[in-house]
């Protein structure tokens, strides 16, 4: 069954949730199937899937015809992987409820009631999980006379909640000029990689272009 109609709020909604905890459709690199989930899709994702829309970008920025792995049809994908997935933790921390005991009459739909009460309680109790990615982005100046020193300033200096920035370094490219790594660990839900090149790009006097060079999840 796969994901259904990605057309759809449904089938966007399922996409969604498969991402959640993954960076990609198959393994932890990008693949065909990443290829054809995202030709499956009718444009970008809205916000309200946060994980679809982190994914629809970062896949967009890629050479989708160069990935490896053989495609398969669009219905193959997401469907038994997703179920497996969902199930174990939940397994886990389910296991100590028996929601509907086997005591008799009245007493029955008292405990279960309890029992359910009890459930919900634990449940509202998890904190949330927020998700993050570590993305590292190549920077690129305009010539050898760019000022890197000022070029990294500039990119460190965009700030915003759920971004921090790590470690940096300088990459010849040739011709003396240098191309500028640099590592952020961002929260899906509030930091895209269209925002970072956005911004990053901004800084027109010093920066070229902005690729992404590697986005894990953490």
Not at 175 to 181: R, V
Request: hydrophobic share 40%.
């Amino acid at each position: 069954m796969g994901f259904g109609d990605l057309k759809s709020d449904n089938g966007l909604k399922a996409l969604n949730d498969f991402l959640a905890d993954r960076s990609y459709i198959e393994g932890f690199t990008a693949s065909q199937a990443d290829s054809v989930v995202f030709a499956g899709l009718s444009g970008a994702p809205k916000a309200s899937f946060p994980h679809a829309l982190r994914w629809f970008n970062h896949i967009k920025s890629m050479d989708r015809s160069a990935l490896p792995g053989v495609k398969k049809s669009l219905d193959s994908y997401g469907s038994a992987t997703a179920a497996a997935a969902g199930g174990g933790d939940a397994k886990d921390d389910d296991d100590d409820f028996d929601l509907f005991g086997s005591d008799d009459d009245g007493e029955a739909e008292k405990l279960k009631q309890e029992r359910l009460k009890a459930y919900a309680d634990k449940k509202a109790k998890k904190p949330a999980l927020i998700a993050k990615s570590n993305i590292i982005l190549e920077v690129k100046p305009w010539d050898d006379e760019t000022d890197m020193k000022k070029l990294e300033e500039s990119v460190r200096s965009v700030n915003t909640d759920g971004l921090v920035w790590g470690v940096s370094k300088l990459v010849p490219v040739g011709y003396g000029i240098n191309k500028l790594q640099i590592t952020c660990v961002v929260e899906d839900a509030k930091v895209g990689t269209d925002f970072l090149e956005e911004s990053i790009t901004a800084f027109e006097d010093y920066v070229q272009s902005v690729d992404v060079l590697a986005f894990n999840k953490v």
